[in-house]
């Protein structure tokens, strides 16, 4: 009865905790460019906040009790970006905390796509994180690092036209379940959310394959303004569905 009662006065600290939430969120990290823009900061004040909310999300991955969690980190195209070396420096710096908080949560960490092409610097330290949590098995984090949808499907394609060639399938095998099962996110079920942030109502190829029956809720907040209660609210939208 106290417990209602103190929802009623302040309704907006009700605990998710104690109600149903999805098994698997998506998020984007959109809107980097914008906050610069509209906050007159350098894009090394823009990555140090960045990476604050990142560890700041997969603490409420714990907190909200979410077994998988997949941060859209680094599209393929960016890559190009001019800023990119000062990005990824202050990403592999990020690499030790986040693993650290990994194995005190017992969270196994992932990275998807093409991540083993990015500089010699970054490849050491995201093998190193993912060989460090390989064990964990209680919470999931998927890292999407250098990752193209589209080419996550050529890619599952190019690897069934190898299984036929070399017989270990025939024709009738391929269907959707096959495709499926040679994607990088193989091994996770699809999100039930996903969270774009940023100013524009694109996706651009999260998950392209694995989100064909995700929510997608467009926050319009840029990335670096992300907050709790942010994620709080995404995943109550969600319940309303």
């Keep these: 009865m106290l417990e209602k009662i103190k929802k009623i006065i302040n309704p907006e600290k009700e605990d998710i905790n ?13 809107g980097i460019e914008e906050w610069v823009e ?50 990824l420096n202050n990403l592999v710096r990020a690499f030790q905390e986040l693993t650290e908080f990994a194995q005190e949560n017992k969270i196994k960490i992932s990275v998807f ?3 083993y092409d990015l500089p010699s610097y970054v490849i050491e330290p995201t093998r190193k994180m993912i060989h460090e949590t ?11 690092l250098n990752y193209d949808g589209q080419e996550e499907i050529v890619d599952a394609c190019k690897m069934i036209v190898r299984k036929l060639q070399a017989e270990k399938i025939s024709m009738e095998d391929i269907n959707k379940d096959l495709l499926r099962e040679n994607l990088y996110t193989s091994t996770v079920i699809p999100p039930d959310l996903i969270i774009k942030n940023g100013p524009n109502k694109r996706v651009s190829g999260f998950l392209l394959w694995d989100s064909y029956h995700a929510q997608i809720i467009y926050t319009k907040t840029n990335f670096p303004d992300f ?15």
């Excluded at 104690?18 to 959109?30: A, C, F, L, Q, S």
């Excluded at 209660?229 to 995404?234: A, G, L, N, P, T």
């Design 18 to 30: 104690d109600t149903k939430i999805p098994r698997h969120v998506g998020i984007t990290m959109h």
């Design 113 to 115: 796509g093409k991540w």
């Design 227 to 241: 907050t709790e209660s942010d994620f709080k609210q995404c995943i109550k939208s969600w319940r309303k569905r």
């Design 134 to 144: 390989k064990d964990f098995d209680k919470y999931y984090l998927n890292l999407c």
């Design 38 to 87: 509209n906050n007159n900061h350098s894009f090394d004040d823009a990555y140090t906040k960045v990476f604050q909310v990142l560890k700041s999300c997969i603490e409420y991955q714990v907190k909200l009790n979410l077994r998988v969690f997949t941060v859209y980190v680094l599209s393929e195209g960016k890559k190009e970006f001019k800023h990119i070396d000062l990005f």
